[in-house]
């Protein structure tokens, strides 16, 4: 059974950085794309980036330049670093990993809340 935990969430201040961290447990076929996704209240869940296993990266546009990911492809860890935090990133974050088999898991969530 594979799950993904996350963790790191939390609340801070306008302007302040956290980092997620997303870690599969259980026996995982070789993961090819990892990425985090956003849900913020009464919104529809929205991509936030994605990165490959040759670390290719994609990002929406409205993290770009504030957000960073990267794995660890040892360990199976997808991380999220985000600085310059503003209101509007307040949301809840998921971490997805797609495998080469094209199996698709998902983190329970973790909240995330700017403000001050």
């Known amino acids: 059974q594979v799950q993904l935990v996350e963790s790191g969430g939390g609340l801070v201040q306008p302007g302040g950085s956290l980092r997620l961290s997303c870690a599969a447990s259980?026996?995982?076929?070789?993961?090819?794309?990892m990425g985090w996704y956003r849900q913020a209240p009464g919104k529809q869940r929205e991509l936030v980036a994605t990165?490959?296993?040759?670390?290719?990266?994609t990002y929406a546009d409205s993290v770009k330049g504030r957000f960073t990911i990267s794995r660890d492809n040892t360990k199976n860890t997808v991380y999220l670093q985000m600085n310059s935090l503003n209101p509007e990133d307040t949301a809840v974050y998921y971490c997805n990993f797609n495998t080469y088999l094209g199996q698709a898991y998902w983190g329970q969530g973790t909240q995330v809340t700017v403000s001050s």
């Open positions: 259980g026996s995982i076929f070789r993961v090819d794309v």
């Open positions: 990165i490959t296993r040759d670390s290719s990266t």
